[in-house]
């Protein structure tokens, strides 16, 4: 089945450095990969859509100089935190997805800015 | 607006039971729905998902069935077991394969 893998799986970093989690399709190509965070006992919500080779689209009160996407392979996207601060402690999830409707999900990466 | 909900929060329900999860949609434009199992920690894990041309689909121990005239989806889950306590979440998959999600319904079983 498809995969999709997540590094680090956990972070915790001092504010105001940057992190920067990866996102991998083992064993397909993505076209599409797809950025959501989830704060505690709540759903996700979408951060961004990131296409290779194009600039991510970002949802609607997302800072896209804060959460800086690139998507550089059609296996590969990074999303990286910058001058991260504690309310950015978050559990940041990423998915997969072909040409087809069905998304992969990731397992996720726990961030906690101290 | 669009949104994806859960009618319950929570659900308890004695192992061997069956287990009705709600959603109500309100976008009745939306052609195709998922549901994701959650467990503690990790990412969400598709367990089943319809389109719009369906009333009805069924997998191993869960069916989910949609009712477009009242924008309602439910999950039903035979012979719960306690592997089956999660989180679950309905969603919505908009143009572009973006997936909105839902609030989530935390199932708990009881041995």
């Known amino acids: 089945g498809a995969v999709v893998s997540q590094h680090p799986s956990r972070v915790i970093c001092k504010s105001g450095t940057s992190v920067k989690i990866e996102c991998r399709s083992l064993d397909f190509q993505a076209t599409t990969m797809f950025w959501y965070r989830q704060f505690p006992k709540k759903s996700l919500m979408l951060m961004a859509t990131s296409n290779e080779g194009s600039k991510a689209t970002y949802e609607q009160g997302v800072e896209k100089d804060k959460f800086l996407i690139n998507h550089a392979s059609l296996t590969l996207s990074t999303l990286t935190v910058t001058s991260a601060h504690p309310e950015d402690s978050s559990f940041y999830i990423c998915s997969a997805k072909t040409d087809s409707y069905e998304q992969y999900f990731g397992p996720g990466t726990r961030l906690t800015v101290t | 607006g669009e949104s994806v909900g859960l009618h319950l929060p929570t659900l308890s329900v004695q192992e061997g039971d069956n287990s009705i999860i709600n959603c109500a949609y309100s976008n009745s434009a939306s052609d195709y729905f998922i549901w994701y199992k959650q467990e503690s920690g990790k990412g969400p894990q598709f367990i089943i998902d319809i389109r719009s041309n369906m009333d009805k689909r069924q997998g191993q121990r869960v069916t989910v069935l949609l009712n477009k005239t009242v924008k309602h989806l439910s999950l039903q889950i035979a012979a719960t077991q306690p592997g089956d306590s999660a989180v679950y979440f309905c969603?919505?998959?908009?143009?572009?394969?973006?997936?909105?999600f839902g609030d989530g319904t935390t199932l708990t079983v009881k041995p």
């Open positions: 969603a919505e998959n908009k143009g572009a394969g973006k997936s909105t």
